[in-house]
C-alpha cells in the first residue's frame, strides 16, 4: 500500500462576495475592523476588477487541482493529498490540518503559494500550520521558500521573453523590466529577513536566463499603517523613470506573486496603467503563472524533497 502524505497547500484567500469583505479585512488587521473609508476604499478596489467576482478563489482551487495531478503522476510509492489552508478566509490553515488529521493522514508537508520567505509572511503561515499540528496530532514538515527553483525561474523567464516580444514598435533592450513584489513594513530589515535578498534574487536570475539587462526591482501594495514600509514604490518608480531617465517603454514582472488576484489586477492593471497613460508610456505585465505545468513541478519538487525528508528523518 502506498505511503499517504498530506499536503496542506497555503494561500492568502480572498473574500467570496461583497458582504465578506469587512471579516476579512478584519482578520487581516488581526481583528481590528477597518473604518468605513478603509472598507469603502478596498470594496470599490474590488468591484473595479471584476464587479463581485472574487478571481482568486477560483485561482487558488485550480492551483490546489493541478499540485495534486503532478504530485500524484510520477511517484507510485507514495499518495500525496493536498488540503487548503488560507490566511484570511475559509478554509483557514487551521481547517485545513484538523482536515487531514480527521481523514486520518499522520504526516504532511507544508507549501505556501509564495515563493520568497519574511517573518511575516511565510513565517506566519508556518507558525499557524505548525501550531494547529502539533494540537492535531500531524508530523508536518515546511517548505520555506523556492525562489531560486530552476524551474521557477524558466517560467517567470518565458513569460518576461513572451511579453517583451509585444513591443513590437521599440527595440527589447529599450523596455525597463520592473521586478515587483508585495512590500512590508521597514522594521523587517532590523529582523535580517532574507524577504528582500531572495526578491533580488530572484528577479537577477530571471533577467539572465531571459538575456535582459535593462532592469530593476521596485514594490507594490504597500499597506497605509502608519509606519514605513520598504520602497521604492512602483507608481514613484515609474515616474522616476520617466522624468529622471527618459524611460517610455516598461514591463511589470510580479515575481513576488503567482496568480491572478486584486493586488495585480488592480494595483498594476488598473492604478499604475492610469499613471502610465497619463505619464505618456507604454506599461505591460508578464502573464501570472496560475497553473502553469512549471510552477506545478516547482511546487512537486520541493514538497517530495520534504517528504523523503519527513521519511528519512
Ligand atoms: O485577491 C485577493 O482577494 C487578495 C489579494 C492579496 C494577496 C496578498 C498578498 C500578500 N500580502 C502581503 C502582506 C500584507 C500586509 C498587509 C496586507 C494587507 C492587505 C489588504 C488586502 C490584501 N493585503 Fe496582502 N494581499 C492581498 C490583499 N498585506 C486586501 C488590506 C487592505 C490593503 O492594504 O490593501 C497589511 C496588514 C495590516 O494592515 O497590518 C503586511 C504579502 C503578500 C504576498 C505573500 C502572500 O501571498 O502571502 C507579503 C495575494
Redesign the pocket.
Known amino acids: 500500500m502506498p505511503r499517504t502524505v498530506g499536503v496542506l497547500v497555503m494561500?492568502?484567500g480572498?473574500?467570496e462576495s461583497l458582504d465578506q469583505i469587512e471579516a476579512y479585512?478584519t482578520h487581516?488587521?488581526?481583528g481590528k475592523p477597518p473604518t468605513q473609508d478603509q472598507l469603502q476604499d478596498?470594496k470599490r478596489r474590488y468591484e473595479a476588477i471584476v464587479g463581485g467576482f472574487?478571481?482568486?478563489r477560483k485561482n487558488t482551487d485550480n492551483q490546489v487541482a493541478a499540485l495534486q495531478d503532478t504530485l500524484n503522476g510520477s511517484d507510485p510509492g507514495t499518495r500525496f493529498v493536498c488540503y487548503q489552508g488560507l490566511?484570511h478566509a475559509g478554509p483557514y490553515i487551521e481547517d485545513g490540518v484538523r482536515a487531514m488529521a480527521g481523514d486520518g493522514v499522520r504526516e504532511a508537508v507544508g507549501v505556501?503559494?509564495?515563493p520568497h520567505y519574511?517573518i511575516?509572511?511565510v513565517g506566519g503561515y508556518i507558525k499557524r500550520a505548525q501550531a494547529a499540528a502539533e494540537e492535531a496530532g500531524v508530523r508536518m514538515v515546511f517548505v520555506e521558500s523556492y525562489h531560486l527553483h530552476p524551474k521557477l525561474i524558466k517560467a517567470l523567464s518565458d513569460r518576461v521573453k513572451r511579453a517583451l516580444d509585444r513591443f513590437t514598435e521599440v527595440d527589447p533592450e529599450e523596455v525597463r523590466v520592473l521586478f515587483t513584489a508585495?512590500s512590508?513594513?521597514e522594521r523587517i530589515l532590523q529582523m535580517n529577513d532574507p524577504y528582500p535578498d531572495q526578491l533580488t534574487e530572484t528577479a537577477r536570475a530571471v533577467a539572465e536566463s531571459a538575456g535582459v539587462e535593462n532592469w530593476q526591482f521596485a514594490w507594490q501594495?504597500a499597506?497605509?499603517?502608519g509606519e514605513p514600509w520598504l520602497g521604492p514604490d512602483i507608481l514613484e518608480q515609474l515616474e522616476h523613470i520617466h522624468s529622471q531617465e527618459g524611460v517610455d517603454y516598461a514591463l511589470i514582472c510580479p515575481i513576488?506573486?503567482v496568480s491572478d488576484?486584486?493586488?495585480v489586477l488592480y494595483d498594476l492593471d488598473i492604478e499604475a496603467q492610469a499613471l502610465a497613460r497619463k505619464l505618456g508610456m507604454r506599461l505591460e505585465r508578464t502573464e501570472m503563472l496560475n497553473t502553469e505545468p512549471l510552477y506545478m513541478e516547482t511546487l512537486a519538487d520541493v514538497i517530495r524533497s520534504q517528504s523523503r525528508a519527513l521519511q528519512e528523518g
Open positions: 494561500s492568502y480572498t473574500p479585512y487581516i488587521r488581526r478596498l472574487f478571481p482568486l490566511k505556501v503559494l509564495a519574511s511575516m509572511s508585495h512590508l513594513p501594495s499597506g497605509q499603517t513576488g506573486f488576484h486584486l493586488e
